[in-house]
Nanobody
Framework: QAQLVESGGGLVHEGGSLWLSCSTS????????MGWFRQALGKEREFVAT???????YYSESVQGRFTISRDGTRNAVYLQMHSLKPEDTAVYFC????????????????????WGQGTQVTVSS
């Protein structure tokens, strides 16, 4: 199994920006679908964004227009640029991957991802 390592979390004021990174132990091109999920304290983990190997992306409604997911094949990494952050974005953010090409209807199904990182904390203060 590939290892995923997230970084870039931290504390930011409302309206600020953060850039999360997820590095893979192997070639990122192995993973047709890569995603970001988040879990707030006391809540279930939820889907945030996904990146397909063909360049396509998909976002949850709650982050659409504020977050951007991208992947870098030369660095074997996937990124999540987060802007206009809100206190409700506070959560542990997880990177996940699978070799399968998930449909937009299934990208939110956590059971379909085979590799997960340990998570990075993002805290947005009001």
């Amino acid at each position: 199994q590939a290892q995923l390592v997230e970084s870039g979390g931290g504390l930011v004021h409302e309206g600020g920006s953060l850039w999360l990174s997820c590095s893979t132990s192997g070639s990122i091109n192995w993973f047709t679908t890569m995603g970001w999920f988040r879990q707030a304290l006391g809540k279930e983990r939820e889907f945030v964004a996904t990146s397909w190997r063909n360049g396509g992306t998909y976002y949850s409604e709650s982050v659409q227009g504020r977050f951007t997911i991208s992947r870098d094949g030369t660095r074997n990494a996937v990124y999540l640029q987060m802007h206009s952050l809100k206190p409700e974005d506070t959560a542990v953010y997880f990177c996940a991957s699978t070799a399968s090409r998930l449909s937009s209807a299934s990208v939110g199904d956590q059971r379909l991802y085979t590799n997960w990182g340990q998570g990075t904390q993002v805290t947005v203060s009001s």
